[in-house]
């Protein structure tokens, strides 16, 4: 019995070929679309749940109270993870950790400039990466040590078992033995790095380092992770920890400061604190593309079942015939789902092997690293599921439909099609709201990208460049900078502690002028060099710049700080910051440092004579960069021969803050368009199926004086008003969900009425498109042989 | 009224031609009530299909109301036919989703006739063909011969010269048949041409000029008076 149903199944499929291809296209690229955003989802789900009892491992944030408004802040002080260890004995281990930077790593003639991170004793007990060599109670016992992953140990010394118990100069300064090799860090973890130096290293070399990060909270520069002891819940630390900086009585920031752990599985998806909570960061963004995935793989289901239900004419004599010889109402169900069973099979494996094909291209393009778990039992259980579930989602209302046919009226000629076209119009309309919501989204982000990219950024980082600070380029600093600018490679050179395109510091002016009470304000803190905002391009907006290298008792506020301190004549006024006071020289236009959606950060710099973190030097206008670059690298190689010579644009730099919206972007306009075709095949095989059903129509009133135009007018019309009436509804749906994403950045575009028409337009023009091929070749065709057929 | 004048039609069978119409000479005046028979295959219904313009030639010539239909374009044919000939099928063909009413208005809207006088006309022609209570229903809920009746009514709404029946009383039983070919005499006498195909002698006796077609030829042709 079922061979025959296969056979029978096989043979229409075969026999409605056009069909059977629309559909089973139709299906598989909303099945490889399901398929990669659902292998997206699992992979940002899987995130940071790798290692060993992840669900006791936390991060420490804190809630920085600034005037009401509670910020969270990742950064944390040593002292406070000194605190965490020894004043709560819930807390099994504390590892304080560096934010990950480039060291160089020499091994004989092997010199590598590599990221990695130096962090507690306790990092390897916290963060259970597998040891392949070593162990986590051993490897840190000696500060001069280092633990590398698999594939760095490796790429320096050949193998895994040829570097253990070796040593590697590090930084061209001191000498570090392998003491531990553990696994490749995932791609899905949050902290990744490709070696760990212990913090004691740096402590053993820089005591001062130590002294400053126990001596107060406020020295905010390190991350901290914790696990707590087994059984020990969030809940019962959680107030244990809440005031524990508070001790530190006279310290602003630290008395406004509340303590938080932040658990590990959240760290990736709920990025985002709000008001002190984190409930929101990526996971909206996982959550808005599932969404995405399903939509389309529904639009893909929905063309199934109106193509299905189409031809059922077609297939009533048949019913009606197996229904006289006595088959009963669920053979005829089985009948029919075996077939679309087939379909759905035969769409997935086309699916399968896009998805395959596609990965590669789709991982550049979201910068993720997904794989097909093709050895995984639970994926293909997962698939045979959703398979099933396919089949009864596209197959079973045509079944049931073509089911319940009563036999002698079928026979009889009766056509059965008129009732379902209602439903049929029904599903067509939400296509075609899903796919110009879509559409309307898609040019509302790409408006939005436009609208901050155009902002004026309030600086110039055209041909400015920056590289890291390391200890030859900080004693020879000034000597290169003299070179630089006497070779006429570049025009200015300065240094600071953030890039140009981020500020990594926050602190607290402990007063100014008009201060209330208990009042703080938490700003921006750039130390830097002579000459920074001549090479960075920011412009006065009234006062001066800082004199010389030595003005070390000015301050410049930017506007925006200047707005919040409430100073309505700021130049000469005093503030005090760490306990010493300045005198405001100057304030500076804003300029978007942290993010182009969002108004300027208020910030203030501070003018030191050393060199800071991030060297930064503008190239001279009319020189080729090509060249240019040739020449730094011999003169910084020269300074620095330790160190390879590595530089990045700023505009480039700033160009990433885009890289979420701009995913955002390309990927809506991806489904949309995707969406839009699926759609697009299914209006094609209905107006195929309404102008074959139309024909004797066609052909009478084509006799009856009909001109070409007139038909292909009489075919469209329904189609274009389907579509037209999904606009209506996509219109105001997708205004309210992007009038919400658009909420999330201060600087955003207003949603205007054109984007809706011009959607319409678009859609209008492509069901014409579509429609038109049918309803052309119909209106064309001599109405003498559709009328001979009868 | 028409002439055919050496029409020949044919369609290639592999690389044998096959004559579906073969030196057809043909003259229906003005008035005329042409009854054309002849057995299955013979080439009546393609005859009529070239006489109404629904369908080309191979070779000949066609003159119609001293137009020559063979050297006129699609649109300008469509134009000429849409106002001289009305239709009438076997199957009656009428659209399913229509009402009686709206069947037989539909030419007039291809015609660009007013609203008003579309109504003026379409009242007229129902109530003379007796089919007032009937004209919201539809075809599906008539009897075969009242949708013949509806669609004579369309095609005689434009009010044409020429009227063309195809084996018009073929779906119908005697009696219904019968009253058919009494309104054809009706209307022809009132002056309107008619050409139809039929099987039927005794159909064919209501005309005045009857040819007899066999493969394509024409092997007789009378006029009676």
């Not at chain 1, 490709?194 to 905010?220: C, E, H, M, R």
């Not at chain 2, 054309?36 to 009529?48: D, H, N, V, Y």
């Not at chain 2, 044919?77 to 208005?105: C, M, P, S, W």
């Amino acid at each position: 019995m079922f061979r025959n149903y296969v056979k029978i199944a096989w043979r229409n499929i075969l026999n409605s070929i056009g069909y059977s291809i629309l559909n089973v296209t139709g299906l598989s690229i909303g099945m490889c679309v399901a398929l990669l955003i659902g292998l997206w989802v699992h992979h940002q789900y899987s995130f940071d749940r790798f290692l060993p009892e992840y669900q006791s491992v936390y991060r420490v944030q804190r809630n920085f109270n600034s005037n009401g408004d509670t910020l969270t802040f990742p950064t944390t002080s040593l002292k406070l993870a000194d605190a965490l260890r020894t004043q709560i004995p819930e807390i099994q281990y504390v590892a304080e950790s560096d934010w990950t930077r480039n060291h160089v790593l020499l091994v004989g003639t092997k010199k590598l400039s590599v990221n990695g991170a130096t962090a507690g004793t306790d990092i390897f007990k916290i963060l259970q990466h597998p040891f392949i060599k070593g162990n986590a109670d051993a490897a840190f016992k000696n500060a001069y040590s280092i633990v590398l992953t698999q594939s760095l140990a490796k790429s320096l010394f050949g193998n895994e078992d040829a570097a253990i118990n070796k040593t590697i100069r590090f930084d061209n300064a001191h000498n570090l033995t392998v003491t531990g090799i553990i696994k490749d860090v995932p791609s899905n973890a949050t902290f990744s790095f490709d070696y760990i130096v212990p913090s004691s290293f740096v402590y053993a070399t820089n005591p001062q380092i130590k002294t400053d990060g126990l001596s107060s909270f406020s020295n905010n520069n390190l991350q901290i992770f914790v696990k707590l002891k087994p059984g020990v819940s969030y809940e019962q630390v959680a107030p244990k920890i809440r005031n524990i900086e508070h001790t530190e009585k006279g310290n602003i920031n630290a008395m406004n400061s509340y303590v938080i752990l932040q658990r590990m599985d959240r760290w990736h998806l709920y990025s985002n604190y709000i008001n002190g909570k984190d409930t929101a960061g990526f996971l909206s963004y996982v959550k808005m593309f599932s969404i995405i995935g399903l939509l389309v793989l529904i639009i893909a289901c929905i063309n199934f079942v109106n193509l299905t239900t189409a031809r059922s004419d077609k297939r009533a004599k048949e019913v009606g015939v197996r229904k006289a010889v006595g088959s009963q109402k669920k053979h005829l169900i089985i009948q029919f789902l075996t077939e679309s069973f087939l379909l759905t099979t035969a769409a997935f494996v086309f699916a399968f092997l896009f998805t395959l094909l596609l990965l590669p291209l789709f991982n550049t393009f979201t910068q993720s690293h997904i794989s097909v778990p093709a050895g995984s039992f639970y994926f293909w259980l997962a698939v045979t599921g959703c398979l099933f579930l396919i089949t009864l989602l596209a197959g079973g209302r045509p079944a049931f439909h073509l089911s319940s046919f009563n036999p002698v009226k079928v026979l009889k000629g009766f056509s059965p099609t008129g009732q379902s076209s209602f439903s049929r119009k029904l599903l067509v309309i939400i296509q075609f709201s899903c796919s110009v919501a879509l559409i309307i989204s898609t040019l509302i982000i790409y408006k939005q990208i436009q609208y901050a990219k155009n902002r004026p950024s309030g600086y110039s980082l055209n041909r400015l460049m920056t590289t890291n600070m390391n200890d030859d380029l900080q004693k020879n600093f000034t000597a290169l900078k003299n070179e630089l600018i006497s070779k006429g490679i570049a025009s200015s050179v300065t240094t600071a502690t953030s890039p140009a395109t981020d500020v990594w510091w926050h602190s607290d002016v402990d007063y100014w002028p008009g201060k209330n009470a208990g009042e703080t304000i938490e700003m921006g803190t750039i130390q830097v060099s002579e000459d920074y905002f001549k090479t960075v391009g920011m412009k006065m907006f009234e006062g001066r710049d800082f004199s010389n290298a030595y003005d070390s008792t000015s301050v410049i506020f930017n506007e925006t700080a200047i707005q919040r301190l409430r100073l309505k004549n700021p130049i000469g006024q005093k503030i005090t910051w760490h306990e010493k006071n300045y005198t405001i020289a100057g304030v500076v236009k804003d300029a978007l440092m942290v993010s182009p959606f969002k108004t300027a950060d208020p910030t203030m710099f501070f003018c030191v004579a050393a060199p800071q973190g991030n060297l930064l030097y503008r190239l001279s206008a009319n020189t080729e960069t090509q060249h240019s670059i040739v020449q730094l690298t011999s003169i910084f190689n020269k300074y620095a021969p330790a160190y390879p010579y590595e530089y990045a644009f700023s505009d480039q730099q700033y160009a990433t803050k885009f890289n979420l919206e701009q995913l955002t972007g390309k990927l809506a306009a991806l489904f949309a368009s995707l969406s839009v075709f699926i759609s697009c095949l299914g209006l094609f095989g209905l107006a195929a199926y309404v102008a074959e059903q139309r024909r004797k129509e066609i052909g009478i009133r084509k006799v009856l004086g009909a001109s070409v135009r007139q038909v292909w007018i009489l075919l469209s019309k329904d189609f274009l008003l389907l579509v037209l009436i999904s606009c209506l509804i996509a219109a105001p749906v997708s205004f309210y969900f992007l009038h919400k994403w658009l909420l999330n950045y201060d600087y955003r575009i207003s949603i205007g009425f054109s984007v809706f028409v011009l959607s319409a337009l678009l859609a209008l023009l492509v069901t014409i498109v579509t429609v038109s091929f049918q309803s052309i070749k119909a209106a064309i065709a001599n109405p003498v042989k559709s009328l001979r057929t009868e | 009224m028409l002439e055919l004048k050496k029409i020949y039609k044919w369609v290639n069978n592999g690389n044998q031609r096959v004559f579906l119409l073969k030196d057809i000479n043909l003259t229906i005046q003005e008035g005329a009530f042409v009854s054309i028979m002849g057995p299955s295959g013979s080439g009546k219904s393609t005859l009529l299909n070239v006489i109404g313009m629904l369908d080309g030639f191979n070779e000949g010539e066609y003159r119609f109301l001293g137009e020559s239909v063979h050297q006129l374009k699609e649109k300008q044919r469509t134009n000429l036919y849409k106002q001289h000939i009305g239709f009438v099928f076997q199957a009656y063909h009428l659209i399913d989703e229509l009402t009686v009413y709206e069947n037989i208005e539909t030419p007039l809207l291809y015609q660009n006739v007013k609203g008003s006088e579309r109504k003026a006309m379409v009242a007229d022609i129902l109530d003379r063909f007796n089919i007032v209570a009937k004209k919201d229903l539809f075809p599906a809920q008539l009897s075969g011969g009242q949708q013949q009746l509806v669609g004579i009514a369309r095609a005689l709404i434009a009010r044409p010269k020429l009227l063309l029946a195809d084996e018009p009383t073929g779906n119908l039983n005697s009696r219904q048949g019968e009253e058919i070919m009494e309104l054809f005499t009706q209307l022809n006498k009132e002056g309107t041409t008619i050409v139809q195909v039929t099987h039927s002698e005794k159909n064919a006796a209501y005309g005045n000029h009857i040819i007899s077609l066999l493969d394509g030829m024409i092997e007789n042709s009378g006029i009676q008076n």
